[in-house]
C-alpha cells in the first residue's frame, strides 16, 4: 500500500556538518532541532515531524521569556499582545518561533534563515530578522541572531533562545552546573519578576562555583554575568562522561535557567535549559535592558555551544 506523503510538522530540514559535530535546523522557527558531537546529543533533540517540546530549541523574538497580561506601553502608546500563554494570562517567547524561515545562505558548516515580521495588533512594527548558524570541528555550533529595524518607526526588542543542555546523564540532579551568574531575580507563578535582582550569595542558587545541581528547583533569571576576556560568558554542565560548556557573547545580559520541574514527568529535569536572554521577563513592561531599534538600525548577538567528552 502507497503511503500518504506530506509535510513535515517543522518544514524543512537544514543539516549542517563540521568535523565530528552535525547539526539540524528548522524552517519552522529556525529552530535548533539537533546538535550532536560523534553521535552524542548536547541538547534535547526531537523528530522532523514533532512540534519542539517545551519550546526545545526555539528561537525568540522579538522578546524572550513572559509578557505580563501582553499589555506594554512603548513611546506613550499602549499595546495588547494575544496571550500565547493563556492559562497564566501572559504573551510568551514572541512572535516568530511558529512562523516559517526562508534560507538566505547556506553552505556545509552554516545556514542562514531569514524572516520578515510584518506589523500586527499588539506589534506595529517591521523587523527583517536573520538567524545564522555555523559548525567548527573545533569549537562546536555559534549562532547569530539578528534584527533590523524595516519600518519607519522606532521599535521594541529583545532577544533569546531555548536549547536544553544534556551531559548524558538520566536527570540533571546527577551533573554538575558552573553558573557564572551573581544576581537571581524571583518571579511569581505566572512567571513575573516580583522585584529586583537579588545577590546569590549565601542562596540555593550560587552556582558560580561549580557544583552538583542535586535537587535544586531553578526557574529563574540571572544576571550579573562575568565574562572572560573574549566578551563571553560562558556556562558549563558536567557529567560523568561529557561535559556541555554554553557561552553567549555581549548584549545577552541574562540567561533564564530552568532545571525543567514544570513539564510533564517523562521530560521532568531530563535537561537543564540555559537560555540566553538580551532582557529579563517582562522588560516590554519594565523597559529593563529593552532595546530600542531606530529606522533602519540593525544589532547582532552571538551564542554557542560546544562538547567534549570526558
Known sequence: MTQPSGLALTGAQHDITAGDYHA????????????DHRGRASIVEYEADEM???????????????????????????????LSEPAAGNAIHGLTRWHNWQVAAQEGSAVELRHVLYGQPGYPFCLELTARYELSADEGLEVSVSAANAGSVAAPYGTGNHPYLTAGTPLVDECELELPAAQWLAADDRGIPAGGPADV?????????????GGT???????????????????????PEAE???WAGPGYSWL???????????????ALAIEPMTCPPNALVSGTDLITLAPGERVTHHWGIRLRSL
Not at 539540524?24 to 546538535?35: H, K, M, N, Q, V
Not at 522578546?63 to 494575544?82: E, K, M, S
Not at 544576571?223 to 572572560?228: D, E
Open 201 to 213: 550569595a549565601g542562596t540555593e542558587f550560587d552556582f558560580r562555583a561549580r557544583r552538583a545541581i
Open 52 to 82: 519542539p517540546p517545551a519550546g526545545a530549541g526555539q528561537l525568540l523574538a522579538p522578546w524572550p521569556n513572559r509578557v505580563d497580561g501582553g499589555r506594554y506601553t512603548f513611546q506613550g502608546v499602549a499595546h495588547q499582545l494575544d
Open 244 to 246: 556541555v560548556e554554553f
Open 256 to 270: 533564564q535557567v530552568f532545571t525543567g520541574d514544570a513539564l510533564v514527568p517523562e521530560r521532568r529535569r531530563r
Open 217 to 239: 528547583r531553578i526557574d529563574h533569571a540571572f544576571t550579573g554575568l562575568a565574562a572572560g576576556a573574549d566578551g563571553r560568558v560562558r556556562a558549563r554542565l558536567t557529567g
Open 24 to 35: 539540524t535546523i528548522t524552517e519552522l522557527g529556525a529552530g535548533l532541532r539537533r546538535l
